[in-house]
């Protein structure tokens, strides 16, 4: 079994968690769970997913955008795991008609089989180009992809 924080996310024996202390896997809306649960219901949560990221305008009426925050993104990763915590308002946050089971699933998710494709750090970027490409399960990918 793999060491755990004190706040009850897996040890990396290669790659810190986010600097961001705020950064959890359910910095998302609830869409993305109601969508989760909904691929876990049909059978269909491992079915792979391509998921591309990109912006639609540039900030600050800019002609361009630099791409940061790759290290970040893969920290997150590398150290995804809900708390028993996070699972108990995911729980409230969802109809009671939900079966435990789902639940169960969640506490068991991690984002090994996760594959991310991106431009490099400090890239020249322009709109609707994207960024990052998610390649994986459909449900964890899924409740991901707000965060990037």
């Known amino acids: 079994m793999a060491e755990t924080t004190p706040n009850g996310r897996p040890e990396s024996a290669n790659i810190d968690g986010p600097t961001n202390p705020m950064v959890t896997p359910i910095l998302t809306d609830l869409y993305q769970f109601t969508m989760a649960y909904a691929y876990w219901k049909a059978g269909k949560h491992n079915e792979r997913a391509v998921f591309d990221l ?4 540039n900030p600050f009426g800019g002609e361009y955008t630099i791409f940061a925050g790759l290290e970040e993104c893969i920290k997150f990763i590398a150290n995804f795991k809900f708390t028993e915590d996070e699972i108990d308002f995911i729980r409230s946050s969802l109809p009671s008609s939900c079966e435990d089971g789902f639940f169960e699933y969640l506490r068991r998710l991690d984002c090994s089989d996760i594959e991310i494709y991106s ?14 490409r998610i390649e994986g399960p459909v449900a964890v990918s899924r409740i991901n992809t707000i965060f990037y």
């Open 54 to 57: 990109y912006f639609r305008r």
């Open 119 to 132: 431009i490099s750090e400090g890239s020249v970027v322009f709109p609707k180009v994207p960024l990052m």
